[in-house]
């Protein structure tokens, strides 16, 4: 069975699975609080080592990729030992919200904080941070006036010059699902054939897209950009550059991590704790610094590495129009050779 029938039938391999307890100095009584997370150990470890030493709780954690995180509590079931789901992708939200995984919270604090347009209107789950899929460049090749709309990656100067993701990654996929319900098929399909006429290169991350751009096996590629902010974190003289694509139009597409308390737990009220702690300015900031993402709290500072890019407009991924268009985005990138 091919990557993509995986995807499309929603039967990943299962990943070794790292379960990690961060136990404040102060041990609480009664069982840890539970979270699964498609966020990475170290992206996740300091903010859960300060909630457990401000609260004295015990808070421990599974890491893997969504899917399977998804797959493993659908398994579980009832007796899902989980609290609380993270993950980085609104595809992966919308997944566990159909699938029954997630329970409303119904929070004023949380709805005042976080905008409507970054959490579930039954309240199943609410941004944590967003990012763009833009474009990435050369500095050293490519002049910023030759790029200004995801449709300009079909021109023909980039023929041979272009690299993308594969085919199968949670991100482009939600990325053309979002295009299907925004555009429509026909117009979807035809800048995404035109891509293909020009023989990218496809990798298998995002910063092999970027690390051959710089490279100069590319000139321009399509990349989330924090992990853009990752390389200029390390290298601040690494030479790509985002455009902010379709300014004149609906804007660069914008795509969330979001969390939600799982069905099964009994502890609803502690998990919504967590969420308020991750909401907070300070844990914002943090979450955004560490990983070089937006906040999903209004007036919380941008991530320094990614600020001096400016502002631009943005296109909120719309999930509830997005989600049901995932499995004809997985079919539609395969029939156009996106593999």
């Known amino acids: ?77 009832a007796g899902s030992p989980a609290d609380l789901f993270i993950t980085v992708d609104a595809g992966d939200l919308w997944r566990a919200t159909q699938a029954g995984l997630l329970q409303p919270v119904r929070s004023p604090a949380l709805e005042a904080a976080i905008p409507a347009h970054l959490r579930d209107p039954e309240g199943h789950w609410f941004g944590l941070a967003v990012r763009a ?42 990325f053309v699902a979002d295009r299907l319900a925004k555009d429509g098929r026909a117009a979807t399909e035809a800048m995404l054939r035109r891509w293909m006429a020009n023989d990218p290169k496809i990798l298998s991350s995002d910063t092999d897209v970027l690390e051959a751009i710089k490279d100069g096996d590319c000139d321009v590629g399509l990349t989330n950009t924090y992990y853009l902010g990752r390389e200029l974190a390390d290298d601040p003289n690494f030479p790509v550059a985002p455009v902010w694509a379709d300014q004149n139009g609906r804007g660069t597409q914008v795509n969330l991590s979001g969390l939600g308390v799982i069905t099964s737990s009994d502890k609803k009220p502690e998990a919504e704790e967590l969420i308020k702690f991750l909401r907070e300015p300070s844990q914002q900031e943090l979450f955004a610094r560490n990983n070089h993402e937006y906040p999903a709290v209004s007036g919380v500072k941008p991530d320094p ?15 509830a129009g997005a989600g049901p268009r995932l499995a004809e985005a997985l079919k539609l990138m395969d029939e156009v050779g996106w593999d």
């Not at 500095?139 to 006036?145: G, Q």
């Not at 790029?147 to 990654?169: E, F, I, M, Q, V």
Request: with cysteine; aromatic share 8%; glycine share 6%.
């Open 305 to 319: 590495v990614m600020a001096r890019f400016g502002t631009f407009k943005r296109d909120m991924i719309d999930v």
């Open 133 to 174: 899929r833009t474009i990435a460049y050369s500095t050293a090749r490519v002049k910023p006036a030759e790029l200004s709309t995801y449709a300009d990656l079909a021109d023909p100067r980039w023929k041979g010059k272009l690299c993308l993701r594969s085919g199968t990654s949670e991100y482009n996929v939600s």
């Open 1 to 77: 069975m091919s990557s993509r029938n995986a995807l499309l039938r929603h039967l990943p391999a299962l990943a070794a699975l790292v379960t990690l307890a961060i136990s404040s100095p102060v041990q609480a009584a009664g069982e840890p609080l539970v979270v699964y997370t498609a966020r990475k150990y170290q992206l996740v470890d300091t903010l859960f080592q300060e909630y457990g030493k401000e609260r004295g709780i015990d808070v421990k954690f599974v890491t893997d990729d969504g899917a399977p995180l998804i797959q493993r509590l659908t398994a579980e079931g």
